[in-house]
């Protein structure tokens, strides 16, 4: 049985940091994608950052880049998402996903999902 365990979200004010984790079960991490997606309130899931297995290729929506950092530990079956400078505009719940692909950003590209922890920043 899969399982991913999202942990680290919070309240935390504007232009503060938070790491976010992913402990995964289950299945060969080290053979998979791994994804974050966020979903606020009232809006579609979407994108925000990816790594392929070995963890050098990533790729980040535009609304992040430069200020999260996706990043794995294979041994540790564990993938995490640095987020630092902080905006009211990424309060959101933050998912983990999987996939047996390369790095990409559809939902449908992930057929491991968590079940989400919840960012609220503080404007």
């Known amino acids: 049985q899969v399982q991913l365990v999202e942990s680290g979200g919070g309240l935390m004010q504007a232009g503060g940091s938070l790491r976010l984790s992913c402990a995964a079960s289950?299945?060969?991490?080290?053979?998979?994608?791994m994804a974050w997606f966020r979903q606020a309130p009232g809006k579609e899931r979407e994108f925000i950052a990816g790594?392929?297995?070995?963890?050098?290729?990533?790729s980040y929506a535009d609304s992040v880049k430069g200020r999260f950092t996706i990043s794995r530990d294979n041994a540790k079956n564990t993938v995490y998402l640095q987020m630092n400078s902080l905006k009211s505009e990424d309060t959101a719940v933050y998912y983990c996903?999987?996939?047996?692909?390369?790095?990409?950003?559809?939902?449908?590209?992930?057929?491991?999902w968590g079940q989400g922890t919840q960012v609220t920043v503080s404007s």
């Open positions: 996903a999987g996939g047996l692909s390369r790095v990409a950003s559809r939902l449908t590209d992930y057929n491991n």
């Open positions: 289950g299945l060969t991490f080290s053979a998979y994608a």
């Open positions: 790594i392929n297995w070995k963890g050098d290729r990533t």
